[in-house]
């Protein structure tokens, strides 16, 4: 059913587009819901504009002496590593989220269903890698606590519609743009930056929604900066593939522990970054072996099996340390 737009409905949403301060927006949305025609082919929008409201009066109330901030500028680290999922509105972060996380966010066809940061634990192997669902990221209005979420984690998924074809490209330097703005580098590899404010989130990009695109999608991906992958959340496809890329470009290692004379214990490995060595794994399994430390023997990256090694010994993935103390 078309929605037959009113001309004040859509002066109220240009307004809205224009604002600056948040009493603005919110007298811009207010005057939306009330001019927006009421039937069937507008529910979504109304639900929409609703959720934006209360979003706006709830910062509203949070900014008045005494307010308190929306505590959504940090979610606690869990696993191996925290992974952002962004991108523009309706490219189908939550049905990523979805796909490959126990998590359930809202999902709908319509923009602006994620309004709050929601986790979810993906598997790999033995171990889980948090994703975070985010609000878009949009040239209108983005809230401040989304760049800070984004500045934090350690790498970022940019999500784009397949569907979108060429324009593809212009999202996704539309999307670099707003970032690089509040001073975030989306890169390959982390590497150096003279500039301390800003952060190089090393990154993905993820074409979803592939069993919708039309044509070939080869040089779209070719000219894309970062590496692509070209998957259906939705219908699982590549899913697996992306999984194993994400544990690759965290740059960790999984480190196993056995005691003296015991099978090693494979239920819950320690994760350290990559060029962690055999004193980092002692710390990370117990702060107060390292002083108490008497040597380390490890299976896996050792030339023998059970090798003693010293405490400086790089670390690879999958090693077994055996701790040793006095």
Known sequence: MPANLTPEFLKARKRFRQAKELDE????????????????????????????????????????????????????????????????????????????????????????????????MMAFEDISIQLLDLPPITPEYTEPWVYSLIRAC??????????????????FEELRGLLGERHVRLVAERGSEKDERVVRLPSQIILNKIDRASGTLDAIAASLPLRVFRLSAEAGRGLDALRRAVFDALHVVRVYTKLPGKQPDTSEPYTLPCGSTALDAVRTVHRDFVERLKYVRIWGSGRFEGQQVPSDHPLEDGDIIEIHLR
């Open 25 to 120: 927006k919110l007298a811009a949305l207010e005057e939306m819901l009330a001019t927006i025609p009421k039937h069937k082919g507008t529910d979504k929008m109304q639900a929409d504009i609703k959720r934006r409201i209360a979003k706006l009066k709830e910062r509203q109330g949070q900014s008045k002496p005494g307010g308190k901030s929306s505590g959504y500028d940090h979610v606690p680290r869990e696993g191996a590593g925290q992974v952002a999922l962004i991108g523009p509105p309706n490219t189908g972060k939550s049905s990523l989220l979805t796909a490959l996380t126990n998590a359930h966010p809202e999902v709908a066809e319509y923009p602006f269903s994620t309004l709050v940061p929601i986790p979810g």
């Open 154 to 171: 350690d790498l970022g998924l940019v999500v784009l519609d397949a569907g979108d074809g060429e324009l593809i490209l212009d999202e």
